[in-house]
T-cell receptor, first 113, second 111 residues
């Protein structure tokens, strides 16, 4: 069985400080993992994906995520938050054959000036 | 810069009317998805096509919703009859295997 849990529904950081958005998953198989971002009134945009290559994945806009099998985690980080990062972020897990996609419930990131 | 396009972008209709939403996937993508997003339920997968064949539509209410891909350049989602609880933003996404590129969505309001 597959599932994904985003541990925080809301995260608030100050501009210029690090961002950490947490995601834990459960998977019976070697999973693929994704992070998507959704800005207000927009569709979702792929930030990065892990598909069994390097465990540290770099994405767009300075974001990166590390796949940790022992901890079943795929946390999203960014060294320094920008105001434009304020959005909702979704963690997604899919089995190796991509027959299903499981979305987390989302984390809303607020960036304070 | 290829994008998924969705029409209409906004739709207001009355309860009982038929609603058809259209999606043009990015050329060459072999998977197409329909999602519904509401404040209460979040993002829900309604239908998933691979090579135009339905792979998963378990999330779709079968009595009133239908999804089709008449050809590789068009995906449709139909609601008949529509109900106020169908009010939501409907997203289409397409991709090569394993990745999804989302359209801008159709915002539906059923009165």
């Amino acid at each position: 069985a597959q599932s994904v849990t985003q541990l925080d529904s809301h995260v608030s950081v100050s501009e210029g400080t690090p961002v950490l958005l947490r995601c834990n998953y459960s998977s019976s198989y070697s999973p693929s993992l994704f992070w998507y971002v959704q800005h207000p009134n927009k569709g979702l945009q792929l930030l990065l994906k892990y598909t069994s290559a390097a465990t540290l994945v770099k994405g767009i806009n300075g974001f990166e995520a590390e796949f940790k099998k022992s901890e079943t985690s795929f946390h999203l980080t960014k060294p320094s938050a920008h105001m434009s990062d304020a959005a909702e972020y979704f963690c997604v897990v899919s089995p190796y054959n991509f027959n299903k996609f499981y979305f987390g419930s989302g984390t809303k990131l607020n960036v304070k000036p | 810069d290829a994008r998924v396009t969705q029409t209409p972008r906004h739709k207001v209709t009355e309860m009982g009317q038929e609603v058809t939403m259209r999606c043009q996937p990015i050329l060459g993508h072999n998977t197409v998805f329909w999602y519904r997003q509401t404040m209460m339920q979040g993002l829900e997968l309604l239908a998933y096509f691979r090579n135009r064949a339905p792979l998963d539509d378990s999330g779709m209410p079968k009595d009133r919703f239908s999804a089709e891909m008449p050809d590789a350049t068009l995906a449709t989602l139909k609601i008949q009859p529509s109900e106020p609880r169908d009010s939501a933003v409907y997203f289409c996404a397409s991709g090569p295997e394993g990745t999804q590129y989302f359209g801008p969505g159709t915002r539906l309001l059923v009165l």
